[in-house]
């Protein structure tokens, strides 16, 4: 596709379930990030993917998040047993990670997450 | 420790009026800056970024940014406001994590006639 997807592309849950974000990269990109937005608040950085190397989850809230990513395909973001305060809107970006520093984060278009 | 600073979370112009957005910023090695854009119900689009080539940055539509290492800031203009400026916009670090971006709390712009 010619820019990064995201579903669902809103998603109600009931406290204490879990639920799976899914993020679909552009095609090349070996990078690949998570971030979270809630309501008020600026971006947070959860986890990032670059191609087979450890990924870095530095900024994974608690050990009820976790994600995965197949090669340099789609990404899933877990989260367990929701809690109310993990209602957001869950991003997910990709670049290129040629080797440049700079590489530009195209963003997808979000996943809003509510918890009842 | 990385961290970035926006100065008001709305700001109010008139078409045509100048756009000053500010940003500082806090990082403990040569940063790279960027301006994110989000308009209603849109995803994130980059504006502009900051990759020490040259200190003014320029964008799309119309914006540009300066980076002043004196000063630690990276603040966004516009010299005439259009109306299709209205959204929120966000000034963004990467520092000393590879692919880590830290994202300022974002600024509304409102842009009446």
């Known amino acids: 596709g010619a820019g990064v997807s995201q579903s669902p592309s809103n998603k109600v849950t009931e406290k204490g379930k879990d639920v799976e974000l899914r993020c679909d990269p552009i095609s090349g990109h070996t990078a690949l990030y998570w971030y979270r937005q809630r309501l008020g608040q600026g971006l947070e950085f959860l986890i990032y993917?670059?191609?087979?190397?450890?990924?870095?989850k530095s900024g994974l809230p608690s050990d009820r998040f976790s994600a995965e990513r197949t090669g340099e395909s789609v990404s899933t973001l877990t989260i367990q047993r929701t809690q109310q305060e993990d209602s957001a809107v869950y991003l997910c970006?990709?670049?290129?990670?040629?080797?440049?520093?700079?590489?530009?984060?195209?963003f997808g278009p979000g996943t809003r997450l509510t918890v009842l | 420790a990385q961290s970035v600073t926006q100065l008001g979370s709305h700001v109010s112009v008139s078409e045509g009026a100048l756009v000053l957005l500010r940003c500082n910023y806090s990082s403990s090695v040569p940063p790279y800056l960027f301006w994110y854009v989000q308009y209603p119900n849109q995803g994130l689009q980059l504006l502009l970024k900051?990759?020490?080539?040259?200190?003014l940055v320029k964008g799309i539509n119309g914006f540009e940014a300066e980076f002043k290492k004196s000063e630690t800031s990276f603040h966004l203009t516009k010299p005439s406001a259009h109306m299709s400026d209205a959204a929120e916009y966000f000034c963004v670090l990467r520092g000393t994590s590879y692919g880590k971006l830290t994202f300022g709390q974002g600024t509304i712009l409102t842009v009446h006639p």
């Open positions: 900051y990759t020490s080539a040259a200190t």
């Open positions: 970006a990709s670049s290129l990670a040629a080797g440049g520093y700079t590489d530009t984060q195209y």
């Open positions: 993917f670059q191609g087979n190397s450890a990924p870095d």
